[in-house]
T-cell receptor, first 115, second 115 residues
Framework: DAGVIQSPRHEVTEMGQEVTLRCKPI?????LFWYRQTMMRGLELLIY????????DSGMPEDRFSAKMPNASFSTLKIQPSEPRDSAVYFC?????????????FGDGTRLSIL | DQQVKQNSPSLSVQEGRISILNCDYT??????FLWYKKYPAEGPTFLIS?????DKNEDGRFTVFLNKSAKHLSLHIVPSQPGDSAVYFC??????????????FGKGTKLSVKP
């Protein structure tokens, strides 16, 4: 059974460029979460969706960040323009939203480096 | 201000002995607490959880204890094995509207189990 799939695994780009991170949640899950992990702040939630609808985006740091979920099997996190301080590991997670007996399942992350 | 704190960034334990990982929180409204384990270059994986109405939950070698009055929880691993070496994240969540709310993570404790 496939888990949460993120792409790319690694991304290195120059500041000012647009970056798009992709996530395919586990089939049947209807909640999707985007997290960012840094040394300073640890794992922090950026945004989450229920049934493809953004529920809480209060963690999105700036307007340069945007996320979409056009259907139940795909989500993107976009940074435009990117800055060196955006360098981090970005995780996507999915879950069944009605029960905590079904915890969030994480992808293996995208390591983003902005030069 | 951090709502979930793991004050020990690292812990080293001998194989076969008990590992105790600690976590403190500030928000008395949290409904569930979870522990995740993370290996390098992988996403966090769910380990065990506990409801705020309980004080203990056990699953094999893993036991989580909750002390609500002290706003403290701990994860016990007995006996510890070298394969348990990983970063352990404590997380807490409020449930509202019947939906799964935001997971608030601590910064993690790196456990090293030495043979």
């Amino acid at each position: 059974d496939a888990g949460v799939i993120q792409s790319p695994r690694h991304e290195v780009t120059e500041m000012g460029q647009e970056v798009t991170l992709r996530c395919k949640p586990i089939s049947g899950h209807n909640s999707l979460f985007w997290y960012r992990q840094t040394m300073m702040r640890g794992l922090e939630l950026l945004i989450y969706f229920n049934n493809n609808v953004p529920i809480d985006d209060s963690g999105m740091p700036e307007d340069r960040f945007s996320a979409k979920m056009p259907n139940a099997s795909f989500s993107t996190l976009k940074i435009q323009p990117s800055e060196p301080r955006d360098s981090a590991v970005y995780f996507c997670a999915s879950s069944f939203w009605v029960s905590l007996n079904q915890p969030q399942h994480f992808g293996d992350g995208t390591r983003l480096s902005i030069l | 201000d951090q709502q979930v704190k793991q004050n020990s960034p690292s812990l080293s334990v001998q194989e076969g002995r008990i590992s105790i990982l600690n976590c403190d929180y500030t928000n008395s409204m949290f409904d569930y607490f979870l522990w995740y384990k993370k290996y390098p270059a992988e996403g966090p994986t769910f380990l065990i959880s506990i409801s705020s109405i309980k004080d203990k939950n056990e699953d094999g070698r893993f036991t989580v204890f909750l002390n609500k009055s002290a706003k403290h929880l701990s994860l016990h691993i007995v006996p510890s094995q070298p394969g348990d070496s990983a970063v352990y994240f404590c997380a807490a969540v409020r449930l509202y509207g019947g939906s799964q709310g935001n997971l608030i993570f601590g910064k993690g404790t790196k456990l090293s189990v030495k043979p």
